[in-house]
Protein backbone atom coordinates (compact mmCIF):
# COMPACT_ATOMS: atom_id res chain seq x y z
CA UNK A 1 0.00 0.00 0.00
CA UNK A 2 1.40 3.51 -1.41
CA UNK A 3 1.56 5.86 1.43
CA UNK A 4 0.13 9.54 0.75
CA UNK A 5 2.89 12.32 0.66
CA UNK A 6 1.51 13.89 3.26
CA UNK A 7 2.06 10.46 5.31
CA UNK A 8 5.47 10.63 4.44
CA UNK A 9 5.97 13.76 5.45
CA UNK A 10 4.73 13.18 8.90
CA UNK A 11 6.79 9.81 9.10
CA UNK A 12 9.95 12.24 8.06
CA UNK A 13 8.91 14.29 10.90
CA UNK A 14 8.41 11.81 13.74
CA UNK A 15 11.90 10.34 12.55
CA UNK A 16 13.78 13.62 12.60
CA UNK A 17 12.40 14.69 16.31
CA UNK A 18 13.31 11.05 17.37
CA UNK A 19 16.74 10.92 16.15
CA UNK A 20 17.21 14.52 17.96
CA UNK A 21 15.72 13.33 21.54
CA UNK A 22 18.03 10.24 21.15
CA UNK A 23 21.64 9.64 22.26
CA UNK A 24 22.25 7.61 19.13
CA UNK A 25 20.33 4.76 17.08
CA UNK A 26 21.00 1.03 16.17
CA UNK A 27 19.52 -0.34 13.00
CA UNK A 28 18.81 -3.95 12.79
CA UNK A 29 17.87 -5.82 9.65
CA UNK A 30 14.63 -7.60 11.11
CA UNK A 31 13.69 -9.79 8.35
CA UNK A 32 11.79 -12.82 9.54
CA UNK A 33 10.80 -11.26 12.94
CA UNK A 34 7.28 -12.41 13.66
CA UNK A 35 5.50 -9.20 15.31
CA UNK A 36 5.67 -10.87 19.09
CA UNK A 37 9.26 -11.33 18.34
CA UNK A 38 9.58 -7.56 17.74
CA UNK A 39 7.40 -6.92 20.63
CA UNK A 40 9.81 -8.81 23.01
CA UNK A 41 12.40 -6.60 21.40
CA UNK A 42 9.97 -3.59 22.17
CA UNK A 43 10.19 -4.62 25.75
CA UNK A 44 13.52 -5.26 26.40
CA UNK A 45 14.29 -1.86 24.86
CA UNK A 46 12.01 0.16 26.63
CA UNK A 47 13.73 -1.23 30.15
CA UNK A 48 17.05 0.23 28.90
CA UNK A 49 15.57 3.90 27.77
CA UNK A 50 14.97 2.77 24.10
CA UNK A 51 12.57 2.28 21.28
CA UNK A 52 12.14 0.99 18.48
CA UNK A 53 10.43 1.59 14.95
CA UNK A 54 10.23 -0.03 11.56
CA UNK A 55 11.45 2.63 9.65
CA UNK A 56 11.18 3.40 5.55
CA UNK A 57 14.74 3.66 4.42
CA UNK A 58 14.39 6.63 2.08
CA UNK A 59 12.29 8.61 4.80
CA UNK A 60 15.08 7.77 7.54
CA UNK A 61 17.75 9.23 5.13
CA UNK A 62 15.62 12.02 4.77
CA UNK A 63 15.09 12.75 8.48
CA UNK A 64 18.62 11.97 9.12
CA UNK A 65 19.49 14.94 6.54
CA UNK A 66 17.32 17.52 8.14
CA UNK A 67 18.47 16.57 11.42
CA UNK A 68 22.17 17.41 10.17
CA UNK A 69 23.37 13.65 10.44
CA UNK A 70 25.06 11.20 8.23
CA UNK A 71 23.80 8.23 6.90
CA UNK A 72 25.39 5.18 4.78
CA UNK A 73 23.49 3.40 1.78
CA UNK A 74 24.83 -0.20 3.49
CA UNK A 75 22.97 0.73 7.16
CA UNK A 76 19.83 1.68 5.98
CA UNK A 77 18.92 -1.22 2.63
CA UNK A 78 16.85 -3.85 3.16
CA UNK A 79 14.30 -4.19 6.06
CA UNK A 80 15.30 -2.06 8.81
CA UNK A 81 14.35 -1.58 12.14
CA UNK A 82 15.84 1.35 14.26
CA UNK A 83 16.63 1.73 17.63
CA UNK A 84 16.22 5.01 19.05
CA UNK A 85 18.68 5.28 22.45
CA UNK A 86 16.91 7.90 24.80
CA UNK A 87 19.29 7.29 27.79
CA UNK A 88 22.63 5.59 27.63
CA UNK A 89 23.16 4.06 24.00
CA UNK A 90 25.22 0.75 25.76
CA UNK A 91 22.13 -0.35 27.32
CA UNK A 92 20.41 -0.94 24.07
CA UNK A 93 23.21 -1.94 21.78
CA UNK A 94 23.38 -4.28 24.79
CA UNK A 95 19.41 -5.21 24.71
CA UNK A 96 19.74 -5.37 20.88
CA UNK A 97 22.64 -7.34 21.01
CA UNK A 98 21.51 -10.22 23.37
CA UNK A 99 18.52 -10.47 21.69
CA UNK A 100 20.26 -11.03 18.56
CA UNK A 101 22.13 -13.71 20.29
CA UNK A 102 19.01 -15.48 21.38
CA UNK A 103 17.32 -15.07 17.85
CA UNK A 104 19.23 -15.74 14.72
CA UNK A 105 16.73 -14.08 12.38
CA UNK A 106 18.23 -10.56 13.46
CA UNK A 107 21.04 -9.03 12.26
CA UNK A 108 22.99 -6.04 13.75
CA UNK A 109 23.94 -3.39 10.50
CA UNK A 110 25.60 -0.49 12.55
CA UNK A 111 24.65 2.08 14.32
CA UNK A 112 24.85 6.53 15.04
CA UNK A 113 26.31 7.70 18.47
CA UNK A 114 26.04 11.12 18.30
CA UNK A 115 27.45 12.02 15.26
CA UNK A 116 29.43 9.22 15.07
CA UNK A 117 28.70 5.96 12.35
CA UNK A 118 29.26 2.92 13.94
CA UNK A 119 29.45 -0.75 11.90
CA UNK A 120 27.67 -3.34 13.22
CA UNK A 121 31.44 -4.75 15.60
CA UNK A 122 31.32 -1.11 16.84
CA UNK A 123 28.23 -1.64 17.87
CA UNK A 124 28.72 -5.27 20.02
CA UNK A 125 31.70 -3.81 21.21
CA UNK A 126 29.84 -0.90 22.66
CA UNK A 127 26.93 -3.80 24.08
CA UNK A 128 29.66 -5.52 25.98
CA UNK A 129 30.87 -2.51 27.78
CA UNK A 130 30.32 -2.57 31.67
CA UNK A 131 27.57 -0.67 33.10
CA UNK A 132 27.94 3.29 33.48
CA UNK A 133 28.26 3.20 37.45
CA UNK A 134 31.04 0.25 36.77
CA UNK A 135 33.27 2.09 34.84
CA UNK A 136 32.87 5.40 37.07
CA UNK A 137 33.96 2.86 40.13
CA UNK A 138 37.40 1.77 38.23
CA UNK A 139 38.27 5.10 37.10
CA UNK A 140 37.83 6.14 40.66
CA UNK A 141 40.34 3.29 41.67
CA UNK A 142 43.06 4.22 39.21
CA UNK A 143 42.68 7.79 39.97
CA UNK A 144 42.56 6.87 43.83
CA UNK A 145 45.43 4.22 43.28
CA UNK A 146 48.59 6.86 42.71
CA UNK A 147 47.26 8.98 45.68
CA UNK A 148 47.33 6.31 47.67
CA UNK A 149 50.60 5.02 47.16
CA UNK A 150 51.80 8.42 47.39
CA UNK A 151 50.66 8.96 50.75
CA UNK A 152 52.23 5.59 52.01
CA UNK A 153 55.29 6.71 50.62
CA UNK A 154 55.16 9.88 52.38
CA UNK A 155 53.96 8.37 55.87
CA UNK A 156 56.60 5.72 55.76
CA UNK A 157 59.41 8.16 55.42
CA UNK A 158 58.18 10.53 58.24
CA UNK A 159 57.86 7.26 59.98
CA UNK A 160 61.87 6.27 58.81
CA UNK A 161 62.49 9.73 60.79
CA UNK A 162 60.68 9.64 63.54
CA UNK A 163 61.99 6.49 64.19
CA UNK A 164 66.24 7.57 63.44
CA UNK A 165 65.08 10.81 65.89
CA UNK A 166 63.88 8.43 68.61
CA UNK A 167 66.46 6.20 68.34
CA UNK A 168 68.99 8.99 68.87
CA UNK A 169 66.79 10.81 71.46
CA UNK A 170 67.05 7.40 73.37
CA UNK A 171 70.96 6.47 72.87
CA UNK A 172 71.39 10.30 74.23
CA UNK A 173 69.85 9.09 77.48
CA UNK A 174 71.40 6.09 77.58
CA UNK A 175 74.85 7.68 76.90
CA UNK A 176 74.22 10.38 79.67
CA UNK A 177 73.35 7.57 82.23
CA UNK A 178 76.23 5.89 81.56
Given at each position: ????????????????????????????NNKGLSVSEISALRHRLREAEGVCRVTKNRLTRLALQEAGLPATEETLSGPTLASFAFGEIPPVAKAISDFAKENDTIE????????????????????????????????LGLLNSPARGIAGTLSSSVRQVVSVVHAFANADTSEASA
Open positions: MALSKQRKQELVETYTELLQRSQGVVWVIKGGLMGTQLLSAQEVKTLANLPPLPELRAKL
